[in-house]
């Protein structure tokens, strides 16, 4: 997985968070000990926040902090509120004019959709709590 994804910094993220789950984290403090921007921080975050996942709160003593129990946060749940796709496919609009063309666009698309379900069932199984180990 790439260090710098929006999936890696959510799931390090959300893996510490697991560690102390009452504690606020700040969009600064999460962005300097991960290396990037508070604001892209805030924008992954606030994917999470919109699918239930985390809080936010405003102000000078606010944060981020679970949503959920750790345990009940699935590597899927954070995958799919994230709209990422790990699996490259083709563009849906593109509409071959080659007939051999356009069954292998299908079926490779098919396979590939296949492929991305495995995935999904597969982050399924694992919660940020057996990330974190605990």
Do not use: F
């Not at 959300?14 to 606020?24: E, I, Q, Y």
């Not at 799919?80 to 490259?88: N, Q, T």
């Amino acid at each position: 997985m790439k260090r710098n994804s929006r999936l890696s910094l959510a799931l390090h993220t959300l893996s510490h968070m697991a560690g102390d789950p009452n504690r606020k984290r700040t969009s600064a403090d999460i962005a300097e000990h991960s290396g990037t921007n508070p604001v892209v921080v805030r924008r992954v975050l606030g994917r999470l926040r919109d699918a239930g996942l985390l809080t936010s709160e405003k102000g000078h003593a606010g944060g981020w902090s679970l949503a959920r129990e750790p345990d009940s946060i699935t590597l899927a749940d954070v995958y799919l509120a994230l709209d990422e796709s790990l699996i490259a496919s083709g563009s849906e609009d593109h509409a071959p004019k080659c007939s051999v063309e356009h069954a292998l666009h299908r079926r490779v698309s098919s396979i590939m959709k296949e492929i991305e379900q495995s995935l999904v069932d597969r982050l399924g199984e694992t919660t940020i709590s057996e990330v974190r180990g605990k």
